[in-house]
């Protein structure tokens, strides 16, 4: 019987720190019930003391999470982790999850401590944190560029101190995989309480490599993954969950142990993270792309037709996918349509917000003959946003005319008055954008605009991604209808909202 392998997802942590993808304590409990319906064992809902928003959202996951254990992270210092183990207080399964730099270049220039010191602060945050709670991981922060001596006295002490897990951060993404793999073998060998622990991988991707990394220590003794949705993250982000979930099930003939995740709902919980964060996934993305599973040389084609396994090495309907898309319509009812949510993930707190997102299904279905998954989740992903926004999008009328100036005319609802005003430049979004712009009190820097289609045909939904920077803090602002320039003029509302939230943050990284 194979081994257990722990997943443990940090995308509402660690995923939450790439450039834009700040979330709300609402988008928190919608992605981590759906980690919870995936049967994740671990999620991560956030660091606690980053800020008061942080701690009510950890909280908030935590109450609203009861198969899958809750972890906050915390570095090793007192307030930290009493304000971990506040966060988690009557949790069904709780862990504190705490850390400290181990390599030369962290402990010498940013700590400014000696191995001594590092050693006895984390011995004292992992003593401090069981007073909490039994379910206690260690991380040695760029634990990829440390020494291995040193890295086996720290560990040894945190597991004497009631460590229960320890966790391998390759925290700049500098390894690659003999190397990590080496790492961790060694790690575990020679370290005379490891089996006192589990032993978990967590791969930065800086070269592309935090999958190979993670299954790489997988095979040398790691009983846990740290991973996040669509490979989220800080910089170039994280293990990716669904390819290394994907990867122990396909080779089980190569890895002797196996996650217990409900593979069938990783496509929705992609899609969900996606629409939450406005990061789009990449047609070519491996499992959850929307090419992953398509076949257009002739070659493979005709393998497939004779024989699926000839060119797939995976069923895409175990990961999610349904060769029948087409799920609804402007005949379906209240009940299928809501059947169909929650089978995506979505879950209404209130019968009014069915009521509101019902209404907009039907609307859309006026529009669109055809409605898709992905119509569905863009739907009710902007529902669900619209009740936390200060400035709405009331009317918007565009007039374009070839070789001459485009003028746009905006009506917004701010705090609750309606607000007018008109642009006129030579392009029908950016005349939208200046309109909308002079209605607020912010100047905020455009970084990203891009624009993608939802599903196929020219009725589809168009889905829009803004990007803004103000004063230092980085917003993803996302918008969806049939016409573009009033998706482009909802995801700039959008992100309008975010900047205007001006949510203090202070994300360790690890």
Known sequence: MSDKLIIFDTTLRDGEQSPGASMTKDEKIRIAKILEKMRVDVIEAGFAIASPGDFDAVRAVAKAVKDSTVCSLARALDKDIDRAGEALKNTNSPRIHTFIATSDIHMKMKLNMTPDEVVSQAVRSVKRATKFTDNIE?????????????????????????????????????????????????????????????????????????????????????????????????????????????????????????????????????????????????????????????????????????????????????????????????????????????????????????????????????????????????????????????????????CTESGKNNTADVTLLINGEEKSASAKTSGAVDATFNAILSLVNIEPTLQLYSVSNVTQGTDSLGEVNVRLEHEGRIVNGQGVDTDIITSSAKAYVHALNKVMENTERAHPQI
Not at 148 to 155: E, G, K, N, P, S
Not at 256 to 268: A, G, Q, Y
């Open 138 to 398: 260690f991380s040695p922060e760029d634990a990829g560029r440390s020494e291995l001596d040193f890295l086996c006295r720290i560990i040894e002490a945190t597991i004497d101190a009631g460590a229960t897990t320890i966790n391998i951060p390759d925290t700049v993404g500098y390894n690659v995989p003999h190397q990590f793999g080496e790492t961790m073998r060694l790690l575990i060998d020679k370290i005379p309480n490891s089996d006192k622990a589990i032993f978990s991988a967590y791969c930065h991707n800086d070269l592309g490599l935090a999958v190979s990394n993670s299954l790489s220590a997988v095979l040398n003794g790691a009983r846990q993954i740290e991973c996040t949705i669509n490979g989220l993250g800080e910089r170039a982000g994280n293990t990716s969950l669904e390819e290394a979930v994907m990867a122990v099930r396909t080779r089980q003939d190569i890895f002797d142990c196996d996650t217990r995740i409900d593979t069938e709902n990783i496509l929705s919980a992609s899609r969900l993270v996606s629409s939450i964060t406005g990061f789009v996934v990449q047609p070519n993305k491996a499992i959850v792309g929307a090419n992953a599973f398509a076949h257009e040389a002739g070659i493979h084609q005709d393998g497939i037709l004779k024989h699926r396994e000839t060119y797939e090495i995976m069923k895409a309907e175990d990961v999610g996918w349904n060769a029948n898309k087409l799920v609804l319509g402007k005949h379906s009812g209240r009940n299928a349509f809501k059947a169909r949510l929650s089978e995506l993930g979505f879950e209404f707190e209130s019968d009014s917000e069915f009521n509101d997102a019902f209404a907009r299904f039907k609307d859309l279905a006026d529009k669109k003959h055809e409605i898709f998954d992905e119509d569905l989740q863009a739907l009710i992903s902007e529902t669900q946003t619209e009740a936390e926004e200060v400035i709405r999008l009331i009317s918007l009328k565009v």
